[in-house]
């Protein structure tokens, strides 16, 4: 179905009734529907936003559009959870309503500040030549969940030297003062990151550009974040626009980080090692963090990317988000792993020990569509071994490490349905170990892959049919020994 601009910039509201059902059952109708992850009750979701902690609640907003798997008039949407693992849909928080925002409510974040969680977002507006004017809009919430617009933008004009792609930003509280990133794209279409500084959250100050490095690294920059872990200062960052290298950057759209000293306010410097990925995988995008109420740095991202059709489009929605994870520092590189929380979701347990030797194999007990599988591959002779997820007579999403080329890789040719596929269907990277680990999630239309205790990490969709629920475990030209646990999950969000 194409969809024209009325049709994209209609509300809910707007759709009859009987639309409105009939889109709510083909989307519950769907079989590829989600257990454990959050994703929309119908239409298509995006970014993450507002992702703070505030009045006892883990509090997550998106990027929502409700009446189809289209980028259309965007809303905020709610939802909360006290464990990062039961999520309550609360409802459409953020709608566009006024003249700063009335064709979208787009990307933002959230930050505490006397008792109440303010939200500082970009405002969509276009006039009648459908010509964009961003504003960056402030809203407020208090302890009942009842939210309020500050009557104007905080930030009402885009800098000299930038274009109208001035959008996401992202606030965070360092002493007395407040700080936001905001993403941009330079004149002569670059992308950067500019800084603001602010002592109430209304008046902001222009600081300027950061200067890490990048004078032409990508069209434009989206969903810039800044925090510290460890003692490092880390910047999160989409760049729009980049060659794909190697095995690097093979997506449309890359998400990814700079690692280093703190940032310096004053200069507004950030001296790092260089751009790195943030998963290896085929959807990825727009990761926002949070700082839990323990000190962990939490990481939410968008499983999906912009302008690409998925197999759920035909039922009436599109994407959901990552599960949450929990960010640290080593050796220079940052680690994810999924929130230990997780852990509470574990049901029947199966394990397995075997060694397999120019073979393919499957293992009672090793078989579902909603599990986490973990599994260690040593004392490996092997050319390449691995384990295939969601096997059946058609479909399987493999999943292994070359010994030849010391590399990780992820295949989805065979998963089923397939999305994205002119940007192919093999992810690899680097990776030389004497152990393989393997953490897997894998949900009913997703995987979710962290090796050797999150030094990597890989994202996919994948859409198998019902019977591919076959875990099988392989090794070619040679042997390697298998131990591998594997946990049913019992979680509806």
Same mark, same amino acid.
């Given at each position: 179905m194409e969809w024209n601009r009325e049709q994209r910039y209609r509300r809910w509201e707007d759709a009859l009734e009987a639309e409105q059902m009939q889109l709510v059952t083909m989307v519950n109708q769907c079989s590829w529907r989600q257990s454990f992850h959050i994703q929309p009750v119908t239409g298509l979701l995006n970014d993450p936003n507002g992702f703070a902690y505030y009045n006892g609640e883990y509090h997550l907003f998106y990027q929502w559009f409700p009446l189809g798997p289209v980028h259309g008039l965007k809303n905020w949407y709610h939802t909360k959870s006290k464990d990062l693992i039961h999520w309550e849909n609360v409802g459409v928080a953020i709608e566009p309503t006024t003249e700063f925002d009335s064709h979208g409510v787009y990307s933002g974040s959230g930050v505490e500040h006397d008792g109440q969680l303010y939200f500082m977002y970009t405002g969509n507006s276009r006039n009648e030549s459908w010509i964009r004017t961003p504003y960056q809009c402030l809203a407020f919430m208090n302890?009942?969940?009842?939210?309020?617009?500050?009557?104007?933008?905080? #930030?009402? %004009? *885009?800098?000299?030297?930038?274009?109208?792609?001035?959008?996401?930003?992202?606030?965070?509280?360092?002493?007395?003062?407040?700080?936001?990133?905001?993403?941009?794209?330079?004149?002569?279409?670059?992308?950067?990151?500019?800084?603001?500084?602010?002592?109430?959250?209304?008046?902001? %100050?222009?600081?300027?550009?950061?200067?890490?490095?990048?004078?032409?690294?990508?069209?434009?920059?989206?969903?810039?974040?800044?925090?510290? *872990?460890?003692?490092?200062? #880390?910047l999160l960052f989409c760049p729009q626009g980049i060659n794909s290298e190697g095995d690097c950057y093979q997506n449309i759209y890359q998400s990814g980080y700079v690692l280093g000293d703190?940032?310096?306010?004053?200069? @507004?410097?950030?001296?790092?090692?260089?751009?790195?990925?943030?998963?290896?995988?085929?959807?990825?995008?727009?990761?926002?963090?949070?700082?839990?109420?323990?000190?962990?740095?939490?990481?939410?991202?968008?499983?999906g990317l912009p302008e690409i059709e998925y197999p759920t489009d035909k039922n009436g929605w599109a994407h959901c988000l990552t599960l949450p994870r929990?960010?640290?520092?080593? %050796?220079?590189?940052?680690?994810?792993l999924p929130v230990q929380e997780l852990e509470r979701l574990r049901g029947n347990k199966a394990e397995a020990h075997l060694l397999i030797e120019n073979e393919t @194999?499957? *293992?009672?007990?090793?078989?579902?569509?909603?599990?986490?599988?973990?599994v260690e591959f040593s004392n490996f002779t092997a050319e390449q071994f691995g384990v295939e997820l969601r096997a059946g007579d058609k479909n399987k999403t493999i999943l292994k490490y070359d010994t030849l080329a010391k590399k990780v890789i992820i295949d989805r040719s065979e998963s089923g349905e397939l999305a994205g596929i002119q940007y192919g269907t093999v992810r690899q990277c680097p990776m030389a170990s004497e152990t393989i680990h393997f953490r897997i999630f894998v949900d009913v239309s997703s995987v979710e892959v962290f090796v %050797?205790?999150?030094?990597? *990490?890989?994202?996919?969709?994948?859409?198998?049919?019902?019977?591919?629920?076959? #875990?099988?475990?392989?090794?070619?030209?040679?042997?390697s020994e298998v131990k591998a646990v594997k946990y049913e999950l019992n979680s509806d969000c």
């Open positions: 302890e009942k969940g009842q939210i309020q617009k500050h009557e104007k933008p905080v #930030i009402a %004009n *885009v800098p000299e030297g930038y274009t109208d792609h001035y959008r996401d930003p992202k606030v965070w509280k360092h002493g007395s003062e407040f700080f936001a990133v905001i993403g941009a794209q330079r004149s002569n279409e670059t992308g950067t990151i500019i800084l603001y500084r602010s002592s109430d959250l209304t008046q902001w %100050n222009l600081e300027g550009e950061l200067e890490i490095g990048f004078k032409d690294f990508g069209y434009m920059w989206e969903c810039p974040d800044y925090f510290e *872990v460890d003692g490092h200062g #880390i703190k940032l310096n306010i004053q200069e @507004r410097t950030l001296v790092h090692t260089g751009f790195q990925e943030l998963d290896r995988g085929f959807d990825f995008y727009a990761p926002q963090t949070m700082e839990a109420p323990d000190g962990r740095r939490i990481l939410i991202g968008w499983m929990e960010l640290t520092v080593r %050796n220079g590189k940052l680690r994810q @194999r499957q *293992v009672e007990k090793f078989a579902g569509e909603v599990y986490e599988l973990s %050797n205790d999150g030094e990597e *990490v890989f994202t996919a969709r994948i859409f198998p049919d019902e019977n591919s629920q076959a #875990i099988r475990f392989f090794a070619q030209n040679g042997k």
